[in-house]
């Protein structure tokens, strides 16, 4: 049926889908998340699926595996949040059909004559990198996901589980273990992980499957993560929080009998002048969460009214509805039933956040600030001493943050700190003994900065176990090369230098060294063919460095450094090979402390 439908998506290797009613049609709409090819929206008509997946700008290209929903901002639309492979970013995909609604009624009010209002457009927004969800999934392989508001201040958080695909090198092997995500909503400004507050969360595990529910009938959101190797983790949620409200749905089937749960259909809560809105329906990778909805009140002593629209489209209005408590509303019936009453905000001592709490959720907001401060220096402003202050002062409020210190280290290094910066790259060594990038950064400023054929040998170690770590860092793979060269063992090399070009066809750097290579052999046309192959990496658009023009921006934040990359940099392009390579060679036949 999927192809009669238009669903078939041949092209998508799929690991999640879910339902959901995106364009407000009243018709259940599917997204689809497919690894490493575009995941697919197919919108319903009706009789068919349009697939709008280019158009809604959430054909995303990336290994997706978990699927969330849910109105993150409270805007009165439904958001869709996407985890992802390790080296990608998480996904947050703003709906912005509020937005085009608004417009589109601004249009309606035009006078006769007019145009009429354009058709319902659904696009999204990926908001995850400026609220906090995007560079911090970078290390982790993303699974089952879940919208939820934990502390209940009516702002919808977001947990993630994690676990690589990737094996440990330890005996007997293993997949890597990750630390669960823990993203809590700061009113829709950002989204803070609080998962370092908690051993729970904070320990890494290979993790798969999770699933939300108040199984302990306390009126908050408990957790239930499903591990490789351990089982099952039940999680009871015990965080300061404000008042709830819980609506469980009973729809009818074709019959008129309520024995469905609501599937699909919406329920808006009015409290303090605020829409809170959730839907009956999703489920994330192999999990799917409590169909009892939750909304969290902070701390509103009532609710204004709760409407729901059913799947069938009649929309029934609820006032007078107790917080604390869980209802039951059946479709076509105008009375509400109360299932259940559980604790109010203020009662029982766990209720009330203590000092310590809150010093820490601060502190952890404080952090990110930092963090975030200087990456703008860094990328924005280009200002390198802002920015080392910046990564500085964050990790004295969180010293086991990788990015940091591996920011602040590079930092330091571009200031001439070198030795300040391989300590930190030596402390991120201790945190994650797998960080390639760490041993990348330390095995280079070690080779610029050697005095004798020891520390040479010592970065030579240390650009190995980076590639032993990664056997793609086409990086370490050149600055081996380098070294070798370097070294005089001209046959290592070439074999590493002709590596990494297989491997990096835009190494600007691994042609010309080849092409240095085959000029000391005076082999005068494969010298000219590889570096008229490292002048191809550079573009039609390169210039020397030194000339500029009126428009010109910076085509990255900066330029990696290795022991030899000033001969290729100061290489104006041109195919004299004697003026092309004579500087480098000149260099290496002097009496250096590391040979």
């Avoid at 985890?83 to 609604?101: G, I, K, P």
């Avoid at 319902?120 to 508001?149: H, K």
């Avoid at 956040?353 to 990328?379: L, N, V």
């Amino acid at each position: 049926m999927a192809q009669l439908w238009g669903v078939s998506n041949p092209g998508g290797r799929s690991l999640g889908a879910l339902w959901q009613d995106f364009d407000d049609d009243g018709r259940l709409d599917l997204y689809v998340a497919n690894d490493i090819s575009d995941n697919a929206l197919f919108l319903n008509r009706g009789e068919t699926f349009e697939d709008v997946s280019l158009a809604a700008w959430v054909a995303d290209y990336r290994g997706a595996m978990g699927l969330a929903t849910g109105d993150w901002n409270r805007d009165g639309d439904d958001d869709l949040f996407v985890t992802h492979w390790v080296a990608q970013e998480n996904a947050l995909y703003d709906s912005r059909l509020v937005d085009f609604q608004r417009a589109r009624q601004d249009t309606s009010a035009a006078g006769p004559g007019e145009a009429p209002p354009p058709p319902v457009q659904l696009t999204f927004s990926d908001m995850a990198a400026p609220l906090g969800l995007g560079q911090i999934a970078l290390q982790s392989v993303g699974w089952g996901t879940e919208f939820v508001d934990f502390d209940q201040d009516g702002w919808l958080d977001l947990i993630v589980a994690n676990g690589s695909t990737l094996e440990t090198e330890d005996t007997p092997r293993g997949l890597k273990p990750q630390a669960t995500m823990f993203l809590w909503n700061r009113r829709g400004e950002y989204f803070h992980d609080l998962a370092p507050l908690n051993e729970i969360f904070s320990t890494p595990r290979v993790s798969r499957g999770l699933a939300v529910s108040d199984y302990d009938r306390d009126g908050d959101q408990d957790i239930l993560i499903m591990d490789l190797y351990e089982g099952v983790r039940l999680l009871r949620n015990d965080m300061a929080s404000g008042n709830w409200l819980q609506v469980r749905l009973r729809s009818k089937n074709g019959k008129g009998e309520p024995t469905g749960r609501g599937e699909s259909s919406k329920v808006s809560v009015r409290v303090g002048g605020v829409g809170l809105r959730r839907t009956a329906t999703g489920g994330s990778y192999q999990s799917q969460s409590t169909r009892t909805l939750h909304f969290g009140l902070g701390p509103a002593g009532r609710v204004e009214s709760v409407a729901v629209r059913w799947h069938a489209g009649e929309t029934q209005q609820f006032d007078g509805l107790e917080i604390n408590t869980v209802w039951e509303l059946t479709e076509g019936d105008p009375e509400p039933r109360r299932i259940s009453s559980g604790p109010a905000a203020a009662e029982a001592e766990t209720s009330a956040p203590s000092d310590s709490e809150m010093t820490d959720r601060e502190r952890i907001m404080a952090f990110w600030e930092k963090q975030r401060a200087g990456m703008d220096a860094i990328k924005i402003e280009q200002d390198i001493p802002k920015a080392a202050a910046l990564f500085a002062a964050a990790l004295e409020l969180n010293p086991e943050h990788e990015d940091s210190r591996y920011y602040l280290a590079n930092c330091l290094a571009v200031q001439g700190q070198i030795e300040e910066a391989m300590a930190h790259l030596e402390r991120l060594m201790e945190i994650n003994p797998l960080s390639h990038r760490a041993y990348k950064q330390w095995g280079i400023m070690r080779a610029m900065t050697a005095e004798s054929p020891e520390a040479l040998e010592a970065a030579n170690r240390a650009l190995e176990r980076s590639l032993e770590i990664n056997k793609e860092e086409t990086g370490s793979i050149l600055v081996l090369g380098e070294l070798a060269l370097m070294r005089g063992d001209e046959d290592l090399a070439l074999q590493r230098l002709e590596w990494n070009t297989s491997t990096n066809p835009r190494s600007t750097g691994g042609y010309f060294l080849q092409g240095y290579l085959a000029w000391q052999l005076g082999d005068t046309e494969a010298s000219t063919a590889l570096l008229q192959k490292a002048q191809g990496t550079r573009g039609e658009d390169w210039k020397p460095e030194g000339t500029v023009a009126e428009g010109d921006v910076a085509s990255r934040m900066h330029k990696e450094v290795s022991p030899l990359s000033v001969y290729w940099e100061q290489w104006d392009g041109t195919l004299d090979l004697d003026e092309a390579f004579q500087p480098l060679a000149t260099y290496l036949s002097q009496d250096h402390a590391w040979k």
